[in-house]
C-alpha cells in the first residue's frame, strides 16, 4: 500500500475506467484525502497518468475486476461498459457497487431504459423494439434506430427514412456476438434545442439537482454547453429537474445521473439518454458550480453529504476541445496563445493526443455576458483544435 | 514513461519535496496536463500519495536531484531548503531552477535578506546580526532573534527581553554543523495585525497580484487567513503589493513570492518574511480567487502567461485543521457533521495522520458575510481536528 497512515481512516475507492471522467475524480480525491485504485485499459491512459495506484486489465474479466476491488469498500465507474454479471459477482463479494447494477442497467440498455422510464410515467419519445425493417415501417418513418447496447458519442445510432435505411442498424445488431443487442426505434423528435438535468444521489437518499444546462450536439457529440439552459421557461426547467430526481430515486441511482434531454418544438420536455457517471455536459460545473460534478460523484457514492451544486456565476459556458482534421501538434502549444488572450479562461486538458473527432480536452468561461462567454470558450477551443491560423488573434 | 504520447509535447516539470504543497500543484497539473515529477522524502508522504512518477531521496544529495531532473526542462520546489551550490550545480547540468539559486537565498537565509531588502529602500524592522549577548544588548532590548537559516513556523524564533534570554539561539546557531547559521536580531514590532502579498511571477517577467490578506498567526503558524484584509487602508493595500511586486522584480523570482508583513500600529507596513513557493496565506485562492496560487505557480515556473489573480467572492476565510493535544482519529470521520453542516464548504485534507501541531489540511469558506465565514470555517476546522464535543453541533 503506497498511502500514508492517515489513509487508512479513509476508504479506498475502486475506479473501473482510465479515461478522462476517472481522470477528473482525481483532483477532488486529492482534496478529500481519498485515495483511488484504478482499473485502467492500458499503461499510460488519461487516467493512469495521474493515479499512482493503477492496474491494467479488463474490464469485461471478472477476476481482473476482483483484485481490483480487494480491500475497497466502494467501486465506481469511469463508463457503463462492465457486464452486468460482474457487478453482481462484486456485490455478492461484499464490495459496495455504486451505481449498482440493477440501476445501472438502465444506462446499458435503451430498451430496459425506455420501459422502465414509461413505466414511471416519464415523458419519451415514442418507442418500440423492433426487430426488422417491416417492424421500423409498422412503428413508422423517419425513425430513429439505436442499438439498445454500446452505443455512444453518436456511434450506434442511424435515422430511417424508409426500409433501405434499416439495413445498417439491423446488421450492427447481427453483428454483435453477445446475443443482448436489438434495435430500438423511437421518433424522430423534432426538438428546439437539447438539455440536460443533472444529480447527484447518495445511497442514503439525498440528492442534490444542478441547474439545468442547454448543450449542443454535432453528429451526436456534445460540443458546447450554457450553464444555465437560456430563456428556459421556469417551469420545463422544475420539470428537467423533477424529471432527474424521479428518476434518480426510482432507479436508485448512486453517483451523478445525468438526463440528458430535448425541449421539443411545441414546448414539452422528452427524455433522450441516461448516463449514470459524470458527464461531458457537467463539466461546467468544475469551475462554475459551488461543488463539481466529480467532487459530488465521489462524495455520493461513498454516502458523504452533498456539495451545493449551485451555479457561482451567472453563465458558466463549456466548449469541447476535439482533433480536427488535420495534424494539430499544438494542443500544448496552445497554451501561449489562450492563457494571455483571456486570464479567466479555465482550461482542462485529459493527456491524449489529439486525433480526428477525438474529445482531449474542454474549457470553461464563466462570467456575466453569455455572449463574451461563448466567444472566449469558443476561440480558445477552437484555438487548441488548431482550427484557427496566425492571423484570428 | 508512464505518460501518453500527449504528454511528450509537454514539458515535465520536476518538484523537490513531498509535502502538502506539491500535493496541490498536483490538481492544477491534472488539469493543464502537465506532468510532473516528484523527489519525495519517502513513500507515502503527502505529494507521493498523488503524483505517479515519484522518485525518494534525499534532496541534500547532489546525484539525487540530477537523476530527479533527468529530461525535465524545470524543476521548482515543495519547500526552500535545497541547498545553493546544488542549485548552481542543476541549472549549469541546463534545468531551468526555478525560482533560481540568486532569488531562492533571499528566502533562505534572512541576514541576506534583510540586507537586500535594505539596500531596496523596502521597509523592514530595524535589524542586525548578531555574534552574542552582548551584541544584542547593543542592538537594545527587546529583540527578536532568528536564526538565520533553517527556521520555519515559528522554529529558529526566540524573542529576548534581557541578556539572559539570549542562550537558546546562540546554541542553536552553535549547534548547526554547517557554519552558516547566524543569529539576526530585529526590533519587537508594535504591530496591529500580519498581513500577506503574494504575487506570481514569470521568467518573462510578468506579474500578477493577488489581493493583500489578513493572516493570524499562533506559535508562529498560520491559523486563519482573511481574503482580502478587512478595513485595510487602499494606501497601504496598494504599498503591499507594490513592495511584493518589487521585490519579485529585483530578486527575479519565479513562481510564487508571498511577502509577510506587518501592519503596525502607527500604520505602517513593514516585510517580516519571503517565501517563495506556494504559501498557506495563499491557500484561500484555490476556492476564491480565478486563477489558485497553485495553478500560478506552475504557469509562472514554465512561463506560460498567468491567471487572473482577482476575488470570486466578497469575502473568503481559510482556517488550517491541525493536530490537537489529543488523539483525534477523526480526521476522516469529521466529513459528515462538517459537511452536512456546510454544503458550501471547501476541505483540504493532505492524507497526513494527525498530530499535535501538525498542518494536516485546511477549510475555505467564502461568502457575503465576514462572520458567517469566519463561524463556519473556524468550526469545520476544529471539527476535523477533533476539539469539539458532540454537543457543539
Known amino acids: 500500500m503506497p498511502y500514508a497512515a492517515a489513509s487508512e481512516r479513509a476508504p479506498t475507492l475502486a475506479i473501473v475506467g482510465g479515461g478522462q471522467l476517472a481522470r477528473m475524480m482525481a483532483q477532488p480525491a486529492i482534496a478529500m484525502g481519498l485515495p483511488l485504485r484504478l482499473l485502467a485499459e492500458a499503461e499510460g491512459v488519461s487516467a493512469a497518468q495521474v493515479i499512482p495506484d493503477h492496474q491494467v486489465g479488463d474490464y469485461r474479466d471478472l477476476p481482473t475486476l476482483q483484485m481490483l476491488v480487494e480491500g475497497c469498500a466502494v467501486v465506481t465507474f469511469d463508463h457503463e461498459h462492465v457486464p452486468t454479471e460482474h457487478l453482481h459477482a462484486l456485490e455478492d463479494g461484499g464490495v459496495a457497487v455504486r451505481p449498482g447494477p440493477e440501476a445501472l442497467v438502465h444506462a446499458q440498455d435503451k430498451a430496459v431504459m425506455r420501459t422502465r422510464l414509461g413505466a414511471l410515467g416519464v415523458p419519451c419519445p415514442r418507442n418500440a423494439v423492433v426487430a426488422d425493417a417491416a417492424d421500423v415501417e409498422t412503428f413508422g418513418f423517419p425513425a430513429v434506430l439505436k442499438t439498445t447496447r454500446g452505443g455512444y458519442d453518436g456511434k450506434g445510432v442511424w435515422v430511417a427514412r424508409s426500409a433501405e435505411d434499416c439495413a445498417p442498424a439491423f446488421a450492427a445488431a447481427a453483428a454483435d456476438t453477445s446475443g443482448r443487442v436489438r434495435i430500438l426505434a423511437e421518433e424522430l423528435v423534432d426538438f428546439r434545442r437539447e438539455l440536460s438535468a443533472l444529480v447527484a444521489r447518495s445511497p442514503s437518499g439525498q440528492a442534490a439537482a444542478y441547474p439545468v444546462v442547454q448543450t449542443t450536439q454535432v453528429d451526436g457529440i456534445c460540443r458546447e454547453v450554457v450553464a444555465p439552459a437560456p430563456d428556459l421557461a421556469p417551469a420545463l426547467s422544475l420539470q428537467a429537474q423533477e424529471i432527474a430526481l424521479t428518476v434518480a430515486g426510482a432507479l436508485d441511482v448512486t453517483g451523478i445521473l445525468a438526463v440528458e434531454l430535448f425541449e421539443t418544438t411545441d414546448g414539452r420536455i422528452l427524455v433522450n439518454e441516461l448516463a449514470m457517471r459524470p458527464h461531458n455536459t457537467g463539466h461546467w460545473?468544475?469551475?462554475?458550480?459551488?461543488?463539481?460534478?466529480?467532487?459530488?460523484?465521489?462524495?455520493?457514492?461513498?454516502?458523504?453529504?452533498?456539495?451545493?451544486?449551485?451555479?457561482?456565476?451567472?453563465?458558466?459556458?463549456?466548449?469541447?476541445?476535439?482533433?480536427?482534421?488535420e495534424d494539430a501538434g499544438r494542443l500544448w502549444d496552445g497554451y501561449p496563445h489562450a492563457l494571455a488572450r483571456d486570464p479567466r479562461l479555465r482550461v482542462h486538458l485529459y493527456g491524449k493526443d489529439l486525433r480526428p473527432g477525438r474529445k482531449v480536452g474542454h474549457v470553461n468561461a464563466y462570467g456575466d455576458d453569455l455572449d463574451d462567454c461563448l466567444d472566449r470558450a469558443r476561440h480558445a477551443a477552437a484555438w487548441f483544435a488548431g482550427e484557427l491560423g496566425d492571423e484570428s488573434e
Do not use: K
Request: net charge negative; aromatic share 4%.
Open 285 to 325: 460545473s468544475q469551475d462554475g458550480a459551488v461543488t463539481s460534478q466529480f467532487e459530488n460523484h465521489l462524495r455520493a457514492v461513498l454516502d458523504l453529504p452533498l456539495g451545493s451544486p449551485v451555479a457561482r456565476e451567472t453563465w458558466t459556458v463549456m466548449v469541447n476541445i476535439l482533433g480536427g482534421q
